[in-house]
Nanobody, 122 residues
Framework: QVQLVESGGGLVQAGGSLRLSCAAS????????MGWFPQAPGKEREFVVT???????IYADSVKGRFTISRDNAKKTVYLQMNRLKPEDTAVYYC????????????????WGQGTQVTVSS
């Protein structure tokens, strides 16, 4: 069983930056693919980025060049550096862990955090 706790969300002006963290406990963190999935108000949760245990990553087109995912297996933490934020990035950002490599499918992630709110003002 893996527990995930996100942090780092907040209120930022458009063009600003935030760094989200997702700390894991339990399980073997280094063997999991990790992903970030934001859910905007009134919308379905969606994929934005994933990183495998070897560091390979996939980004949604909407965040390419602005967001960077990284992981520290020793600290059992995955990070999401978000730059040049836009109002449309406003969402609750969920961290997830799963055993499948390089997947954007939410149903293939077994463990989810409680989410952290990111609000970008215009």
């Amino acid at each position: 069983q893996v527990q995930l706790v996100e942090s780092g969300g907040g209120l930022v002006q458009a063009g600003g930056s935030l760094r989200l963290s997702c700390a894991a406990s339990g399980g073997t963190f280094s063997s999991y693919t990790m992903g970030w999935f934001p859910q905007a108000p009134g919308k379905e949760r969606e994929f934005v980025v994933t990183i495998t245990w070897t560091g390979g990553d996939i980004y949604a087109d909407s965040v390419k060049g602005r967001f960077t995912i990284s992981r520290d297996n020793a600290k059992k933490t995955v990070y999401l550096q978000m730059n040049r934020l836009k109002p449309e990035d406003t969402a609750v950002y969920y961290c997830a862990a799963g055993p499948y490599i390089s997947t954007i499918r939410q149903d293939l992630y077994n463990y989810w955090g409680q989410g952290t709110q990111v609000t970008v003002s215009s």
